[in-house]
């Protein structure tokens, strides 16, 4: 009763409720603090728990139902060997978190839209990148481009690391090295750069292959050796690409490749009915080697070459002229820092005159004049397909500038003219910027139509304004 001495207090929470009291709960439960008959897993799950954890020796994923094939996946570790998942995983979920485990934010639209087919790209490209040779073993190399042979599609090597060679210190070794000649053989490393020969067989469905024959990054150790395309080099290289059937764009660019390489290279090349690109720029190529390049564009597939920045001088360009006169198939030439002078423009503009597949010419720091701005004023006077064109840092002059102001203004099919740094003229480059801009808008309404034309049904179709000569706009 209330206000009884005999009343007895109330227990405090802990003795109402044993389970809070974990020393008595455990007497009854098992070991585990944590355990609980209401975190019990279905069995399914527990199924799906061992599946994961024993994927590498029992793997098990097309047999599973998909929302059980979709927990497998998300619990999968990226780190699994390619032996056990290249051939049996194609969910791009799981190859997401691969990428992303290993680079970060990945553009998935570089590698057509596939991030397997980006991870075995990259990864293979890591491999080759960092391969010293003698050092490096090719195992690993060879497995990843067995397992991706479906999936390799581009290649974009950025370096290749030549052999490291250890400098023995004492003169003495030296000299009985020396001395024997099978000694010195046996020093010589077994290959200059990663032979891209030992994978070709598996990247038959290769489609781009970029290639750098040098060191990135080297800093302060620079030396030319780094950067080297040897002929043993070229003769892996040439091998290579006798299997690569499917290639249909071939870089190889800042790499010392001379002529002799560069005949070699195309011997091969003339054998790649799928070529459409080609790009030699940044190299040591001359006359010779633009001869060879020239069989390939006659051979009527390739569709652009850049032989930017080489040494290619009138021969060359001559050649390559000739080879354009007997093909149109090329759309794009670049041969922007060369040294082919006004009589290599000149011949180049004379074979312009019966090709109609061209539409980019890029003739820039060539060491051109006056008399290449008067071939090339005739050439756009008549020429149907041409619709960009570079003269940038020459020595055209006001004069070769109005003469190009006068082919302009009867071409309505020339989108660009680079003139900059070309000493045109104000005035001739400014009035030549005017026509352009006009063909421009004439081809954007056109395309608006959805009938474009070009070249001599333009001129009929289009509705023609005012008619100018180059030498009455000059005077205006």
Not at 132 to 149: F, M, N, S
Not at 454 to 471: H, I, L, M, N, V
């Amino acid at each position: 009763m209330p206000g009884s001495s005999d009343a007895v207090a109330p227990l405090p929470v802990r003795g109402r409720n044993p389970t809070t009291d974990l020393r008595k709960m455990r007497r009854i439960i098992s070991e585990d603090p944590g355990w609980s008959l209401a975190l019990v897993a279905p069995l399914s799950e527990l199924c799906l728990q061992h599946i994961v954890k024993n994927f590498e020796r029992n793997p098990v994923v097309d047999e599973l139902l998909p929302k059980h094939r979709a927990k497998v996946l998300s619990g999968l570790s990226p780190g699994l060997p390619l032996r056990v998942t290249a051939g049996l995983i194609g969910h791009d979920d799981y190859w997401r978190r691969c990428c992303g485990e290993r680079w970060g934010p990945c553009d998935v639209s570089r590698h057509g839209g596939s991030w397997k087919r980006l991870f075995f790209e990259r990864h293979l490209q890591n491999l080759i990148e960092c391969f010293i040779p003698d050092l490096t073993g090719p195992g690993a190399i060879l497995e990843v481009a067995e397992c991706g042979r479906d999936h390799v599609k581009k290649l974009d090597i950025q370096q290749l690391l030549p052999p490291v060679r250890l400098e023995v210190k004492k003169e003495e070794e030296t000299d009985e090295a020396s001395d024997s000649g099978s000694d010195a053989g046996s020093e010589l490393p077994s290959m200059d750069h990663f032979s891209l020969r030992l994978i070709a067989a598996s990247l038959a469905g290769l489609e781009e292959l970029h290639l750098v024959y040098g060191v990135k990054g080297c800093g302060m150790n620079f030396e030319w050796k780094l950067f080297c395309f040897t002929e043993r080099d070229c003769s892996d290289l040439a091998g290579a690409l006798t299997l690569l059937k499917n290639l249909k764009v071939f870089r190889l660019h800042r790499s010392r490749v001379q002529d002799e390489a560069v005949r070699v290279l195309v011997a091969s090349l003339l054998d790649l009915p799928s070529l459409s690109r080609l790009d030699l720029s940044h190299n040591l190529i001359s006359d010779r080697g633009a001869r060879a390049v020239g069989k390939l564009v006659a051979r009527g597939h390739l569709r652009a070459l850049n032989l930017c920045n080489n040494n290619v001088r009138h021969r060359g360009a001559q050649a390559l002229a000739h080879a354009l006169s007997h093909s149109n198939a090329l759309t794009a030439l670049n041969l922007r820092l060369n040294r082919i002078g006004d009589e290599g423009a000149q011949s180049l503009c004379r074979a312009l005159l019966h090709n109609t597949s061209l539409t980019t010419l890029h003739l820039g720091s060539n060491e051109l004049s006056e008399p290449t701005a008067a071939a090339l004023s005739q050439l756009l006077s008549q020429n149907t397909s041409l619709q960009s064109v570079s003269l940038s840092c020459n020595r055209i002059g006001p004069d070769g500038g109005k003469q190009l102001l006068d082919g302009v203004s009867q071409n309505r099919v020339l989108l660009e003219l680079d003139v900059r740094l070309a000493a045109a003229g104000q005035e001739s480059d400014f009035l030549i910027q005017q026509t352009l801009r006009g063909n421009r808008e004439r081809a954007g309404r056109e395309a608006d139509r959805g009938a474009p034309r070009t070249g001599r049904e333009a001129d009929r179709g289009a509705p023609r304004g005012p008619q100018y000569s180059a030498k009455s706009l000059i005077s205006q």
